[in-house]
């Protein structure tokens, strides 16, 4: 399994060509493959940080990272995606426990909220997320909030 070179990086400090292939990638996973038409550019990515997988040149795993306020009250993970092409191989869990780390530690917090696809509540589980709520569709999507809490 070749090994992912990880970035970290606001907004302000990314090249357009990291940009662009953040939002290519995003556009093939959420627009092409999920077959869901939706605005992805909704503003949040200037306010955010950028948690950046790649092998190589390749992008294979994504999420960004928001300060508490943004989407939730709490701190929040979203877009979060691994290459079609890269699944499979452990990349998804490598990414969220650095992003789950990395927001924790960017904003000094104990909690984390997500809105989850539900078909990934076991991934999600297994890295110490929980279901709050009831179930909801977003752009024609069954999602659920699930909320990180940080044990000592």
């Known amino acids: 399994m070749p090994e992912i070179k990880w970035s970290y990086l606001h907004f302000n400090e990314m090249s357009t060509l990291e940009m662009y292939q953040i939002l290519k990638l995003r556009s093939l996973v959420f627009v092409v493959e999920q ?16 948690l950046c997988g790649k092998i190589d ?15 939730y009250t709490e701190a929040s993970i ?3 995606l691994t290459h079609p092409d890269y699944r499979s191989n ?18 000094n917090v104990t909690s ?5 696809q539900c078909y990934l ?3 999600y589980n297994n890295l110490g997320f929980v279901e709050e ?16 809490t940080k044990t000592t």
Do not use: Q, W
């Open 90 to 107: 452990g990349y998804g869990i490598e990414l969220m426990k650095l992003a789950i780390e990395k927001t924790l530690n960017a904003f």
């Open 121 to 123: 509540l076991n991934f």
């Open 133 to 148: 709520g009831e179930s909801f569709l977003e752009d024609g999507i069954p999602h659920i909030e699930m909320l990180y």
């Open 35 to 50: 077959n869901c038409v939706y605005l992805d550019v909704d503003d949040k990515d200037i306010a955010a940080f950028h």
């Open 78 to 80: 979203g877009r979060v």
């Open 112 to 116: 984390i909220r997500i809105g989850a």
């Open 57 to 71: 040149d390749t992008l294979v795993a994504y999420v960004r990272i928001l300060a508490p306020g943004i989407s």
